[in-house]
């Protein structure tokens, strides 16, 4: 006997745009989110949308508000962070909020702003998240946050530099800092299913 999938109840969708902060040229990608999507899960799909490998912890922070992963924190005695499993988008975003951040890696210190474009009213769109679209490439893991990432592009783009053979190496190939595909990227939210 085949079954079905129960229909879940209309809700708010959010557009979210997502940022990286201190990168020229700007990445960023555009979120439709659900507003029943657990903040927990929320980061998994900026991970993904992005291309990060989720190697490192995360927070947000929203109007004065931090959230993250409290099983790990909790042992460094940081009785601030909220647990992200626990709050839904939804709960977190008041009406009037339009902005909050998002910071993943804290060694290289990769912020995200993240900026409320618009609620769509209820809705019985019932789909997984979904990139709009976005621009350019996420930087490498590991690589030193912004300004590590601008010397690795420049290393990058000049055959000639000194770095640029270690560089590529390092990186298993070539950089295409314009690099950016929306139907990847949706895969890979898909895969978090």
């Not at 990608?29 to 490998?53: C, H, M, Y």
Request: include cysteine.
């Amino acid at each position: 006997m085949a079954t079905t999938k129960k229909p879940t109840a209309p809700q708010r969708i959010y557009q979210l745009h997502v940022a990286l902060m201190d990168i020229t040229p700007m990445i960023w990608r555009r979120l439709w989110i659900p507003g029943n999507l657990k903040l927990s899960k929320l980061d998994r799909v900026i991970q993904e949308a992005f291309g990060w490998t989720n190697s490192h912890l995360h927070e947000f922070r929203i109007t004065g508000e931090r959230y993250g992963m409290t099983e790990i924190e909790s042992m460094d005695g940081d009785e601030d962070l909220k647990d992200d499993k626990k709050f839904t988008l939804a709960k977190v975003l008041k009406d009037s909020i339009k902005e909050f951040e998002y910071e993943y890696d804290f060694g290289d210190g990769w912020r995200h702003r993240v900026v409320v474009e618009g609620i769509m009213a209820e809705t019985h769109y019932n789909d997984w998240p979904l990139c709009l679209t976005g621009k350019n490439a996420c930087p490498p893991e590991d690589i030193g946050g912004p300004g590590g990432f601008d010397d690795f592009v420049q290393s990058m783009a000049d055959p000639e530099d000194d770095d640029h053979f270690e560089n590529w190496n390092w990186h298993g190939g070539p950089f295409d800092p314009k690099g950016f595909d929306v139907n990847t990227t949706n895969a890979r939210i898909r895969n978090l299913r």
